[in-house]
Nanobody, 118 residues
Framework: QVQLVESGGGLVQAGGSLRLSCAVS????????MGWFRQAPGKEREFVAA???????SYADSVKGRFTISKDNAKNTVYLQMNSLKPEDTAVYYC????????????WGQGTQVTVSS
């Protein structure tokens, strides 16, 4: 059973940076495509960033140019570097995995809170 554990959330001032980490265990890391999602209070969960086939990356328009998804295959870990944070980035951030070539994310972490103060 694949398990995902996020870390790195916290409170930061607008304009600041945070790096989220997601450690993956219980599966072959290279068999999964990883993504990040977020859910703000009172809103639906939304896509943030993901690795697509052949390790190309995709970003939501709202974070493009500010957030970067990366991974370390040796550590079975995926990261989300978040720069120039805005109060509207405040949300619980979730790491997710889908087994290639499936298109649905079947595995989710518990989430980590990111709060950006103005």
């Amino acid at each position: 059973q694949v398990q995902l554990v996020e870390s790195g959330g916290g409170l930061v001032q607008a304009g600041g940076s945070l790096r989220l980490s997601c450690a993956v265990s219980g599966g072959t890391f290279s068999s999964y495509a990883m993504g990040w999602f977020r859910q703000a209070p009172g809103k639906e969960r939304e896509f943030v960033a993901a690795f697509r086939w052949s390790d190309t990356t995709s970003y939501a328009d709202s974070v493009k140019g500010r957030f970067t998804i990366s991974k370390d295959n040796a550590k079975n870990t995926v990261y989300l570097q978040m720069n120039s944070l805005k109060p509207e980035d405040t949300a619980v951030y979730y790491c997710a995995a889908r087994r290639v070539p499936a298109t649905t994310y079947a595995y989710w972490g518990q989430g980590t809170q990111v709060t950006v103060s103005s």
